[in-house]
């Protein structure tokens, strides 16, 4: 099993709903999406476009998936998880836009966040202890030989090239797509999700993601609302009905 700490929108906010019917799959329930009318694009295309997305889910990755250390538990995890994001402030992203990064479609913030920056940074160090080693595989599979030198550093000691200084938060709407596709897929892409960026999204919760086996799709265990309320019922040890667990 693998874990990944990520940012998503709320199961009622209809940029999930908008993601979910792109992507084929809820990833709160983890069930399938009939695709969105008229892109430009037929259900087989899409599909094939998003098919690496679907199954990471509608995320912007903060903490990269990890497995567990041996010296500690999902419990343990969740805690402290609920406990780090109620000592968390909410904020205001800046308004997401349509970007290609390499030949992958996302939607990235119009203009870098500095709290957005240093949360995900926080979120890395806190839960570093929970993260096992990296195998050799795993290693291999960052293809070292193409990271910069920090880039190479941040693998070995954070399990990730791209923390810190080189993070850069995107939330995925498609795998690679190939050049020759680059217009039809970004117009489809365009269609489906510009009408829904007008408002700016309150990056108000932490996600924790869960990979049930290798290979499986990623879903939402648990959503840990960010703020004081969520932090002070931790300390009085009450129900932690802040945490929102799909059924």
Not at 27 to 42: F, I, M, R, W
Not at 183 to 212: G, I, Q
Request: proline letters at 9%; charged letters at 20%; a negative charge.
């Amino acid at each position: 099993m693998r874990y990944a700490i990520h940012f998503t929108p709320t199961p009622n906010d209809p940029l999930t709903a908008v993601a979910a019917a792109w992507l084929g799959r809820d990833v709160y329930s983890g069930e399938s999406v009939d695709p969105p009318p008229a892109t430009g694009l037929g259900m087989q295309e899409i599909s094939y476009h998003t098919a690496l997305p679907r199954r990471y889910g509608f995320h912007g990755l903060v903490k990269a998936p990890f497995r567990l250390n041996d010296d500690v538990t999902e419990a343990m995890l969740l805690r402290e998880l609920m406990c780090f994001a109620g000592l968390q402030q909410p904020f205001e992203l800046p308004p997401l836009e349509i970007a290609r990064i390499g030949s992958v479609f996302s939607l990235i913030p119009s203009w870098p966040c500095d709290k957005l920056g240093f949360l995900a940074a926080s979120v890395v160090q806190a839960f570093d202890r929970y993260r096992a080693p990296l195998s050799d595989a795993e290693i291999d599979r960052a293809d070292p030989d193409q990271l910069s030198a920090a880039q190479l550093t941040n693998l070995h000691r954070w399990g990730n090239p791209y923390v810190m200084e080189d993070f850069r938060f995107q939330m995925p709407l498609t795998g690679s797509v190939s050049q020759s596709d680059f217009v039809r897929v970004e117009h489809a892409v365009r269609v489906v999700f510009e009408p829904h960026l007008s408002r700016k999204l309150t990056f108000n919760n932490l996600a924790l993601f869960v990979e049930d086996e290798p290979g499986a799709p990623f879903r939402v265990h648990s959503l840990h609302p960010m703020g004081r309320v969520s932090a002070r019922r931790v300390a009085r040890k009450e129900p932690a009905s802040d945490v929102m667990q799909p059924a």
